[in-house]
């Protein structure tokens, strides 16, 4: 059944709630945060100098907010959300998006990795039953959420700031899993399936197998996948772990790069220099250190 449109509750509404309905629709999000539902009243008021819309001050404040988000649920326009509850709004005349169209919404410090990268980009045929997501730490993810909305704002304060949400373990019936890291890295915009989410980059998505195999798929399935598609992306790989910091991970890509695909390139050779012999390094972190040994890279073959 078709939700009715902000236009059918006009009547019930004041002139610049009507106005505030239609903002809403136009905007074309199933989702809003109070960030955004508090720009948009803002947006009403300077679109109303003269008072026409009968609003009785120059500028909005928490009183207004209220107002007009309790006239607008009373309207039917809009509502709590079904998984975030009253945290976030939901406009009723847009249609609903899938878990990762929803979390990218709420949430552009979040990006799909993983597992969930992997099939996204074709590498796995295995599907995995949660939505695996990555986000910055706290700090990071909150500062980029505050230079986002001072961007916004210019000059102006708000009284409902963008803040970091917690999402619950479930999103429109999909199983959420967020993991939160300081090796949090690249991702771009992909507009899939006719909604706009983050998805990790191909040399990320390869980077993140020899970071976290076990979310991945294991060990042994991240070798089968680079034996598979190493060479074809062989160009996003080497540049992903040539800037990555960690010398374990430029250890677990050069063997498998060189020793295990027979794949060569200048600068594999430089990450020689992060060899260094020692128990815990191991190709595969999930496992025991096995006998198998390679003595170039200096790490356990215990995959």
Same mark, same amino acid.
């Given at each position: 059944?078709?939700?009715?449109?902000?236009?059918?509750?006009?009547?019930?509404?004041?002139?610049?709630? *009507?106005?505030?309905?239609?903002?809403?629709?136009?905007?074309?999000?199933?989702?809003?945060?109070?960030?955004?539902?508090?720009?948009?009243?803002?947006?009403?008021?300077?679109?109303?100098?003269?008072?026409?819309?009968?609003?009785?001050?120059?500028?909005?404040?928490?009183?207004?907010?209220?107002?007009?988000?309790?006239?607008?649920?009373? *309207?039917?326009?809009?509502?709590?959300?079904?998984?975030?509850?009253?945290?976030?709004?939901?406009?009723?005349?847009?249609?609903?998006?899938?878990?990762?169209?929803?979390?990218?919404?709420?949430?552009?410090?979040?990006?799909?990795?993983?597992?969930?990268?992997?099939?996204?980009?074709?590498?796995?045929?295995?599907?995995?039953?949660?939505?695996?997501?990555?986000?910055?730490?706290?700090?990071?993810?909150?500062?980029?959420?505050?230079?986002?909305?001072?961007?916004?704002?210019?000059?102006?304060?708000?009284?409902?700031?963008?803040?970091?949400?917690?999402?619950?373990?479930?999103?429109?019936?999909?199983?959420?899993?967020?993991?939160?890291?300081?090796? *949090?890295?690249?991702?771009?915009?992909?507009?899939?399936?006719?909604?706009?989410?983050?998805?990790?980059?191909?040399?990320?998505?390869?980077?993140?197998?020899?970071?976290?195999?076990?979310?991945?798929?294991?060990?042994?399935?991240?070798?089968?996948?680079?034996?598979?598609?190493?060479?074809?992306?062989?160009?996003?790989?080497?540049?992903?772990?040539?800037?990555?910091?960690?010398?374990?991970?430029?250890?677990?890509?050069?063997?498998?790069?060189?020793?295990?695909?027979?794949?060569?390139?200048?600068?594999?050779?430089?990450?020689?220099?992060?060899?260094?012999?020692?128990?815990?390094?191991?190709?595969?972190?999930?496992?025991?250190?096995?006998?198998?040994?390679?003595?170039?890279?200096?790490?356990?073959?215990?995959?």
């Amino acid at each position: 059944m078709k939700r009715p449109t902000a236009g059918f509750h006009a009547k019930k509404l004041s002139r610049a709630g *009507a106005r505030l309905a239609e903002l809403l629709e136009e905007n074309e999000k199933p989702v809003v945060t109070r960030f955004e539902f508090f720009e948009m009243i803002r947006q009403v008021y300077r679109e109303s100098p003269d008072k026409d819309l009968g609003l009785h001050s120059d500028a909005p404040g928490v009183k207004d907010y209220v107002r007009f988000r309790s006239a607008l649920k009373k *309207a039917g326009v809009i509502g709590n959300d079904r998984d975030y509850g009253a945290r976030v709004i939901r406009v009723l005349s847009v249609p609903d998006l899938p878990a990762d169209g929803i979390i990218h919404l709420l949430d552009p410090t979040c990006y799909i990795s993983h597992l969930s990268a992997m099939q996204w980009r074709g590498l796995t045929e295995r599907v995995p039953r949660s939505l695996m997501l990555t986000r910055p730490d706290r700090k990071t993810a909150t500062a980029r959420l505050e230079a986002r909305m001072k961007e916004t704002l210019k000059n102006e304060t708000t009284p409902f700031p963008l803040t970091l949400i917690d999402h619950p373990t479930s999103v429109r019936r999909r199983p959420i899993r967020v993991y939160q890291s300081k090796a *949090a890295g690249a991702c771009r915009k992909s507009y899939s399936y006719g909604f706009e989410s983050f998805l990790a980059t191909t040399g990320q998505t390869f980077l993140d197998m020899l970071q976290e195999p076990r979310l991945c798929g294991g060990m042994a399935h991240v070798l089968d996948v680079w034996e598979e598609y190493a060479q074809t992306y062989l160009d996003d790989i080497v540049a992903a772990v040539d800037q990555t910091p960690s010398g374990i991970v430029k250890c677990r890509a050069g063997y498998i790069l060189e020793e295990h695909l027979g794949l060569r390139r200048p600068e594999i050779g430089h990450w020689k220099e992060c060899a260094q012999r020692g128990g815990s390094r191991r190709l595969d972190p999930g496992r025991a250190y096995a006998p198998p040994f390679s003595e170039t890279w200096e790490i356990s073959l215990n995959a």
